[in-house]
Every structure is written in C-alpha cells, then in structure tokens.
C-alpha cells in the first residue's frame, strides 16, 4: 500500500540475536491493509514508512541449519517515529508431538495467516522453531510437522510417519507445544514401488485449509516398501512422491482421511506411461496446435508423473507437410505449430520421450503415435486416444517371475462423447530385447496373459487402439517392467566408456557436516561422437543397493573432438547423516556410468564400472608434555584419535584399538621420522612416553583403514632444555 501523506519511520528491529537473514511483515488491524518493508539490508533491522494507525507486525529470522523464528507483536504508530522490537530471548518452542516416543521430527513449516494474508514460512527441516506468544484477534499461527523414527535417513526410511497440523487460533499460549495421541489419528498404509531397482524416495505433503495452503514437506519414503500413514483426521493434504534427485515426481490426488485405519494405496506401480494432463492436454486454438503432454512416467493407477531429465520430441504433420517438430526439449516446454489448414483433416503426432536415469531402469522411452481429425476451432482439446495399462503379478521393485503375469488396456478418446468415439484397444504386443522384434498377444475385451521367459531382464510393451472418429494410438513403452533375469551391463554399438576417476583419484571423505560435495568425470567414445553421459555410485548390489549417491544434476558431456566427450559430474549436497545414515556403508563402492552415441545408435552402459572408496573423516590430535622440558627427562605424549559418526549422534567420536604412529622431526630437518606405535583405548584416547633429547615437533599419523581416513595431527613443537 502506498505510505499516507502523514507518515513516520517505523524501526523493526530482532533484539538478543544473531541475524544473517530475515523477513519483516506489517498489517493494518483495522482494515488488514499490507505495507511492505523492505527487508534486504544487513542486519537485524528495517525501516517502515507508517501513518498513525494500530499495527500487527511479524519478523521471521531463519538461518540454514539453524533454528527458525517466527516473532509477532501489535503496536502504534502516533504523531512521531518509533522503534518497534522483537525479542528473540521471549520465543518459545513450537511443535506437535505424539505419544509415540520413538518419533522425532523430519521436517517442519509454521506460517502465521492474517486477514490480510500470510507470514513465514519458518522451518524446513528438522531444526526447532521458535515463536513469540501473543494474542490478535483473527491471527492464526499454523505447524505442520512430518515426524519419523529417530535415526531413519534418505538410505534408511523410517517405517512410519507421522504428517500432523495444528492451528493455534487468536492465541498463541505461553508454550505452543501440543502432543496428540496417536490413537486418535488416521491410519494407512502406503505401498511405494521401486523402478526397477532400490532407489531413494521422499513422500511430500502440504496442508490444504480454507483460503491458503502450506508448503509442501516430507520424508523419507521407502522405494520397494510400505511406510504406515499417521495423518491429523479432517485435514486435507496436497502430496506428491519424488523419486531420486527429485527430477522424477509422482503427484497425487489431494488426500482427507478421517479417524481410525483406511484402506491404503500403492504409488508407483509399472507400467509407468503417459498421463493426460488434470487441466487438459494439447489443444487447437483458431489455426494452429498447442502441443504439450509432459507426464509420460505416470504410474498405473493415473498418478501423473514427469521426469525433468527426460528429453521429448515432437512432430505433427499432414497430408505430407510437416506443421511442428522438435527434439531436445524438456518435459516442461510446449510446442506450437505453424499455421493449419482450417479444413477438417487427418493428422500425425508423433510424441518420443527419452530418459536414461540412475534411479529409475523403467520406461526409458515412451513413445506416442497418435492419428487424429481436427478442423478450425476457437479454443478445445485434441482427440488424442489415451490407452491405460495395467501388469498384475510385479513384486515391489515393479519385477516380474518367470511365468504368467495378467495385463489388462483400456483406451479413451479425449474431447469426444464416450459413446460416439467407440474407443477400444485392438491389440497388445511385448518384446524382451528393447523392441527389435515383437510378439502378438491374444487379447479378450483388452487383456492378455504373458509368460514372461526366465531370460527376461526387462519386458516392454506395444498398446494399439482406434475409435469410430478416424483416430488411434500406437503407444510402445520400452521396458515397461522388469524381468527375472539379472540385468548385465550394455554395450550396443562402438560407445565405449574409460578413464573414470572419481574425486580427483583420491578417497571420498566424509565429515559429519551438510553440504558437502566431490567430482567425477570419466571418457566417452563413440564414431558418430556422444550425445550425453552420466554416473553415479553405489554400495552393495546393483539390482539392490544399500544406499546410492546421484550427481545432483545431470553430467556434462564436453566435446574433445569429433569421436569423443569428457562428461563431469557433482555430487553436491551430500549430508552424511541424512544421505547415508549409516556408518556401517562406509568402505568401498561402485561407479555405475553410461553413455550414449551421437547418432543414436549406439549405447553403453557399465553397472560397475570402477570402485571408489567413500570413507569416514578422521581427526587425530597431539600434546607433548611438559613443555619446555629438560633433556633426559620424560616426555609424556596424549592424543586422540576420532571419526566421523554419520548415524544419530553425530560429531566425531573415539576410534578404539587402532594403531597409530607417533613421529618426531628435529628442529630443523624437513621430515619426521616414526618413534613407534601406540594403540588406541576404547575410547580412542592415545598416552605414551619417551624420553627427551634435542628440541623438535612431536606428531601422531593415522594410515586409515579401508572404512576410515588417513590423519595427521600438526606438530607439537617442544623446547628441551
């Protein structure tokens, strides 16, 4: 709102704190009018242009990794500037809290709505927040707390969750905690399939309240799993499952369960296959076509899925003239055509989504051929045929046995009465070698059993359908499940992969803090040159592993010349207690690398490729004394020797029964020299002595194990008299 002719500064300012960042918000309580503060400056402090009037105002001082603070008071403005505090020594704790003891808090998001709209929002993660406790009328102050079992990571999902609101109205109390029991809560169990292999999955959810919505939260979610649903009753949520980096995402229909147990729902069962969009797929408006189905990775029950890695392309065209084509683009970028004839005529659409990702072997390419008939129109959908597919018979990792398995097509027509379109599937086909031959399924009124060959890695799948409106589909989704058998590395073509290194050569070494990052590259050769290229790492089997680390975006593949690419990956973000959780994956891990020809035509792909160490960081400390000390005497040597905990306790912690070499350089050489071995107790601590003989610089070195890093301390200079 713009500031009245009689105005006065307005000083907001967070007292008792140390603030790098923050958020000031300034309402009106008699009309809820919002005045902007300018927030940006360093500093815990802003100014605010106010004419006279009663005022509600809230700051929000949050830091990454730190606690959150969300601070509201009311004040007046008169006839002169004023300072306006906030006290960030008078916050409490806020949170919802079960009677299940176990449980602890993953994530969190407190807002604070008013008549005139929102603030915050505070929280993200597991850290606390605090607020202010006050009393205005109208002003509602909102948690939403996911909560899971204490020590469960990205690598270990906790095998419950807890997704909680709780709305204090027109009063925040002196304590703003509240604890629900946790018989009072909905119940359900949600199933999450895994694409073909054990990946990392988080589950998201935001509350959905009259006139506003929260941000969206989550945890961790169990891929090839269930994970038992504590839900606040009543409530309805936004949610969407993400796979891996988070580029491939699941969302789903808004959720409200009342108390007691319900009927539960499994997510991310194969074939995963396109999607009509909930708010309409590609249209025609007047004289040209709109050109845009991004959710190709839906799952079978019709949740949409997109996959921002994947790459789509298109071509429309009739009577021989081609009207859109592109290739290369994103899921998330529409095409348009030139200008069409107004006429009514037959049209091609051909629809090919690619992707080749590490946390998903399943529908690496979608591919769309649609046939349809449209003419001049102000503004509708295409009628583009859908077909739906269903496999009954795959495990939790979306495999199936050798032996029969049921699959069951239906097919729509969009834009068209159910009854003129006469839509039906006419046939079904599946191959086992990626889709170089074929093979006809018998099908009655759209299902077909298959007997699915114990050679199988991989099944994919060819739905074909037609309506009574000159339209069809022929939707082929390669490797729409997983087979039996193992799924061995690829090479098709003259695509060869070489020179992987992994951070530099050197051992990944991994403190106890967040944000922590290192970098891969490898060599990629192929005739017609390299498209793209990626990698990530693994520890324990391929088809299972126990946990995995993916580059945080996709690699870089830089030409070196015409036959070859250097591709260059980050693994960025890596927070060892939350990726990994376990101190046991520490040890020796694999790279799995691919790469595609330019062309194409060709294809590698290594499912352990190399080995990498990705170790524990170890800490050693040293003191000689006393110091100075006389020559001859006892010298008595302490130390430490500890390492990085990436499970529940964090920091570093004693390293027992190790041996480590104590050393010493005289003043003035260049090099130390080792004096012996000492062996640490049980709780890493190291003693022993020598005797003193001329001034020099007293170390401990650590050589490392194969879960644990090298370490040395620096020099202990003592002066021997």
């Not at 993200?124 to 948690?143: H, I, M, N, Q, W």
């Not at 058998?485 to 090479?491: F, K, P, R």
């Not at 690398?593 to 160490?613: F, Q, Y």
């Amino acid at each position: 709102m713009s500031a009245a002719a009689s105005t006065y500064a307005v000083k907001l300012s967070i007292t008792h704190a140390d603030v790098r960042s923050k958020l000031f918000y300034v309402w009106d309580r008699t009309t809820w009018a919002y005045y902007a503060v300018n927030s940006d400056g360093s500093g815990g402090s802003a100014t605010v242009k106010l004419p006279p009037g009663d005022y509600f105002s809230v700051a929000l001082h949050s830091d990454w990794g730190e606690p959150s603070y969300l601070m509201g008071r009311t004040f007046k403005v008169g006839s002169a500037s004023t300072t306006v505090t906030f006290d960030q020594s008078a916050a409490k704790e806020t949170a919802i809290r079960t009677d299940d003891t176990t449980a602890t808090r993953n994530s969190s998001a407190v807002w604070i709505n008013t008549p005139g709209g929102l603030a915050g929002y505070a929280g993200s993660g597991a850290d606390k927040v605090y607020v202010t406790p006050f009393s205005v009328k109208g002003v509602t102050l909102r948690v939403h707390e996911v909560l899971g079992k204490k020590g469960a990571s990205a690598s270990a999902p906790s095998p419950y969750r807890y997704d909680l609101t709780h709305s204090f109205s027109n009063t925040v109390p002196t304590s703003p905690v509240v604890t629900v029991p946790t018989s009072t809560l909905a119940k359900t169990v949600t199933h999450v399939r895994a694409p073909g292999t054990r990946t990392t999955a988080s589950l998201q959810s935001a509350p959905v309240l009259p006139d506003e919505s929260g941000v969206l939260i989550g945890s961790a979610a169990p891929a090839g799993g269930s994970v038992t649903e504590y839900v606040t009753p009543g409530i309805t949520y936004s949610r969407q499952l993400n796979y891996g980096t988070g580029d491939y995402t699941l969302n789903l229909p808004d959720r409200t369960l009342p108390a007691g147990a319900s009927t539960g729902q499994t997510l991310g069962a194969a074939p995963l296959q396109p999607v009509r969009r909930e708010s309409g797929g590609s249209e025609r408006s007047a004289g040209k076509m709109w050109l845009y189905e991004p959710h190709a990775f839906g799952d079978s029950a019709g949740y949409a899925g997109i996959d921002g890695r994947a790459t789509t392309s298109y071509k429309l065209a009739s009577e021989g003239v081609t009207y859109a084509q592109a290739t290369g683009l994103d899921p998330y970028q529409p095409l348009v055509s030139s200008s069409l004839p107004s006429a009514t005529r037959t049209y091609t659409l051909d629809q090919t989504v690619t992707r080749r990702v590490p946390y998903s072997r399943l529908s690496t390419e979608v591919r769309n051929e649609w046939t349809f008939r449209s003419a001049y129109a102000g503004r509708e959908e295409l009628p583009l045929i859908d077909a739906r597919v269903k496999v009954s018979g795959l495990d939790a990792s979306n495999r199936a046995g050798a032996g029969a398995v049921r699959i069951d097509a239906t097919a729509t027509t969009r834009n068209t009465e159910a009854a003129q379109a006469n839509t039906r599937v006419t046939s079904l086909a599946y191959s086992t070698d990626d889709g170089a031959s074929w093979t006809d399924l018998p099908v009655t009124d759209g299902a077909a059993t298959l007997d699915v060959p114990a050679t199988a890695s991989f099944v994919s799948l060819r739905v074909t359908a037609v309506d009574d409106q000159g339209g069809s589909l022929r939707r082929t989704l390669e490797r729409a499940f997983a087979g039996p058998a193992a799924q061995d590395d690829e090479t098709v073509g003259a695509t060869r992969i070489s020179n992987i290194v992994v951070n530099g050569g050197k051992p990944v070494e991994l403190t106890d803090a967040p944000l922590q990052e290192f970098k891969a590259k490898f060599t990629a050769t192929d005739p017609s040159g390299i498209a793209s290229g990626d990698m990530y790492l693994y520890r324990g089997s391929y088809d299972a592993p126990d946990a995995v680390l993916y580059d945080s975006f996709p690699a870089t593949c830089t030409k070196v010349n015409a036959t070859t690419s250097t591709c260059k990956a980050t693994f960025a973000y890596i927070e060892p207690r939350w990726t990994l959780g376990r101190n046991s994956l520490a040890g020796t891990w694999k790279v799995a690398a691919w790469a595609e020809a330019a062309n194409g035509a060709g294809h590698t792909d290594l499912h352990a490729a190399k080995s990498a160490a990705v170790l524990r960081d170890a800490s050693v400390t040293v003191n000689a004394s006393p110091e100075p000390v006389t020559k001859g005497k006892t010298l008595t040597v302490t130390g430490k020797l500890s390492r990085a905990d990436w499970e529940t306790l964090g920091g570093y912690h004693g390293y027992a029964g190790q041996k480590v070499l104590l050393q010493f350089r005289k003043k003035g050489a260049s090099a130390y020299a080792t004096v012996k071995t000492v062996t640490t107790d049980g709780s890493g601590n190291l003693k022993t002595t020598v005797k003193a003989s001329v001034d020099g610089d007293w170390r401990y070195r650590f050589a490392g194990t194969p879960t644990t890093a090298s370490a040395v301390a620096g020099g202990d200079f003592v002066d021997v008299r």
